[in-house]
């Protein structure tokens, strides 16, 4: 099974910039590199539901980008280094939650669209554990 691990996360100011990543930990036991799975990131913010907020398909990769982080975030992966990583500009105090990294390489997500907006309803391959992000001055 992948098992995904999250860094990058931290505490800063509004408008400052992160970078998360997302990778296979050294307990996977897939045969699949990360490069053969569509992979979304997710937040959850304190009393609210787990929303998917980006969503990159494999290589050649199509993208996903909920509304309210469209034009400040940006995802991207790396085949070479076989991690996912979502860069985060122009932060503000509500992008401040829990981040997590989902994988699927099952065809139940026709589109990036799909996965970032129904995986709560269908479920995922795997999910990381999180990392969490906080906007504060």
């Known amino acids: ?6 860094s990058g ?11 998360l990543s997302c990778a296979a930990s050294e307990f996977t036991t ?12 997710f937040r959850q913010a304190p009393g609210k539901e787990r929303e998917g907020i ?14 309210s982080v469209k034009g400040r975030f ?3 992966r790396d085949d070479a280094n076989n991690t996912v ?7 503000k105090p509500e992008d401040t939650a829990v981040y997590y990294c989902a994988a ?15 995986a ?8 990381g554990k999180g990392t969490l992000v906080t906007v504060s001055s």
Request: glycine share 8%; net charge neutral; with cysteine.
């Open 54 to 67: 980006s969503c990159i398909s494999r290589s050649p990769t199509r993208t996903y980008y909920k509304d």
């Open 85 to 91: 990583s979502l860069q985060m500009n122009s932060l």
């Open 1 to 6: 099974q992948l098992q995904l691990v999250e």
């Open 120 to 127: 709560g309803d269908y479920g995922v391959d795997s999910w």
């Open 30 to 41: 897939s045969k699949y590199t990360l490069n053969y799975y569509a992979v979304g990131w």
């Open 74 to 76: 940006t995802i991207s």
């Open 104 to 118: 699927d390489r099952s065809p139940r997500f026709p589109t990036t669209q799909h996965m970032c907006t129904m």
């Open 9 to 19: 996360g931290g505490l800063v100011q509004p408008g400052e910039s992160l970078t």
